[in-house]
């Protein structure tokens, strides 16, 4: 190899071919270093579109669904809308029976509390007879002592009587019989 480097410095031609072919060939790494650099970065940005394609694409997907959702969701809605005439009759149906219950309910609490006050008024009138009761009970009882009482001293009145009336039959027949003596 020294003397393939000794016979290239000595001949200035083939000195300039040597270089020219030292020129070729760094041209031509630079060229493959340069194309391998593009590879590389072209490849990086395949893998990083690759990657944003699937992420939009999973975007998509996802507002897809939302988007069937909220046709669904619409579809329900219009049909809501359509019975919308129909709620409201009945709200209106039934505003106008919450008002007569409402009326009837009035009616009622007032009836509730004139029937509360007649109980008052005949809760009152029931004590008040209790208490006549139970006076006219004691005097009805003390007036039944006094009848009593009253029997025992007529019956010994009219034993009494009756003795003396026994008595003095007795004595009117001595008298008599004495008389006819």
């Known amino acids: 190899m020294e003397a393939l480097i000794s016979k290239v ?22 060229v493959v270093v340069v194309s391998a650099m593009r590879v590389k970065s072209y490849k990086d940005r395949f893998i990083n579109a690759q990657i944003d394609n699937h992420a939009k694409q999973k975007q998509i997907d996802t507002l897809q669904e939302r988007v069937e959702a909220l046709n669904i969701q619409n579809a329900k809605d219009a049909q809501e809308l359509a019975h919308f005439g129909q709620t409201k009759e009945k709200l209106e149906k039934s505003e106008k029976h919450l008002a007569d219950v409402q009326n009837q309910r009035n009616e009622l609490a007032k009836l509730q509390s004139q029937t509360q006050a007649n109980l008052q008024n005949y809760k009152e009138m029931y004590t008040q007879l209790q208490e006549e009761h139970a006076s006219m009970v004691k005097r009805y009882d003390e007036m039944q002592d ?26 009117q027949q001595r008298k008599v019989k004495g008389d006819t003596k």
């Open 9 to 30: 410095e000595g001949d200035s031609t083939l000195m300039f071919l040597v270089a020219m072919a030292v020129v070729i060939l760094l041209f031509i790494v630079l």
């Open 146 to 171: 006094d009848i009593n009482k009253l029997r025992v001293n007529n019956a010994r009145l009219l034993m009494k009587l009756e003795t003396e009336a026994q008595f003095s039959s007795v004595l």
